[in-house]
């Protein structure tokens, strides 16, 4: 969920539990002997936004040789992809997967977009290609630290609203608000404080309130 109408910072932390990833989008272009070379990377959140960002990619450059993925996402079990979309195994996806490993970034996605120039690079010179624009894209991106989050969604009836409004504000958690039939609160905390949060929301309003899991 977006991190908007925000009442705490849970963006840049120095806290043991806290893992290294890349604060927005970024890209980068070269070319190597003809054939263009598009990286673009991409914080995410899970799986399935992970594989939205690569088909995002693939629709907007369906028109090129390859579109290759590779991402990190912190899951349950941790999940690491990458495929070579068409280019000799092991000499596109695996590199930069390898990057992304080793810069210890998780919760990144990356697509490079290949157009072919017409001279074969031989697989010593994807896997530089390939890696080379993976490095490059991340280094357009500015690198951050961020605490593993909790979500989920609180929904109260209007008079117990304000209250609810006033505690997120007051803690390190990130919320919108839907006021509909009932105010809903969809909310993001780390994970080290989600039970106390929660706690203090169902005190203030003496259990009126409702809370999914997101």
């Given at each position: 969920?977006?991190d908007?109408?925000?009442?705490?910072?849970?963006?840049?932390d120095?806290?043991?539990?806290?893992?290294?990833?890349?604060?927005?989008?970024?890209?980068?272009?070269f070319?190597?002997?003809g054939?263009?070379?598009?990286?673009h990377?991409?914080?995410?959140?899970?799986?399935?936004?992970?594989?939205?960002?690569?088909?995002?990619?693939?629709?907007?450059?369906a028109?090129?040789?390859?579109?290759?993925?590779?991402?990190?996402?912190?899951?349950?079990?941790f999940?690491?992809?990458a495929?070579?979309?068409?280019?000799?195994?092991?000499?596109?996806?695996?590199?930069?997967?390898?990057?992304?490993a080793?810069?210890?970034l998780?919760?990144?996605?990356v697509?490079?977009?290949?157009?072919?120039?017409?001279?074969?690079?031989g697989?010593?010179?994807l896997?530089r290609?390939y890696?080379?624009?993976t490095?490059d894209?991340l280094?357009?991106?500015?690198?951050?630290?961020?605490?593993?989050?909790?979500?989920f969604?609180?929904i109260?009836?209007?008079?117990d609203?304000?209250?609810?409004?006033g505690?997120?504000?007051?803690?390190?958690?990130?919320?919108?608000?839907?006021?509909?039939?009932?105010?809903?609160?969809?909310?993001?905390?780390?994970?080290?404080?989600a039970?106390?949060?929660?706690?203090?929301?169902?005190?203030?309003?003496?259990?009126?309130?409702d809370?999914d899991?997101?």
């Open positions: 969920m977006p908007t109408d925000a009442g705490g910072g849970a963006g840049d120095t806290t043991a539990d806290a893992y290294a990833t890349i604060a927005g989008q970024a890209t980068s272009h070319t190597v002997q054939s263009e070379f598009i990286g990377a991409a914080p995410v959140e899970t799986i399935e936004s992970a594989e939205s960002f690569v088909d995002l990619i693939r629709d907007e450059y028109d090129a040789t390859h579109n290759v993925p590779a991402y990190r996402v912190r899951a349950d079990p999940r690491e992809y495929s070579d979309d068409g280019e000799p195994s092991g000499s596109a996806g695996k590199p930069m997967l390898s990057v992304l080793g810069r210890d998780e919760n990144v996605c697509v490079v977009t290949r157009y072919f120039g017409g001279t074969e690079l697989v010593g010179g896997v290609a890696s080379k624009a490095k894209a280094n357009a991106a500015e690198t951050i630290r961020r605490r593993p989050q909790m979500r969604r609180a109260v009836g209007y008079d609203s304000g209250t609810v409004r505690i997120l504000e007051s803690e390190d958690a990130t919320f919108e608000a839907d006021y509909g039939a009932r105010v809903s609160f969809d909310v993001s905390v780390p994970v080290a404080a039970e106390g949060l929660l706690d203090r929301l169902r005190s203030a309003t003496s259990d009126r309130i809370v899991d997101r």
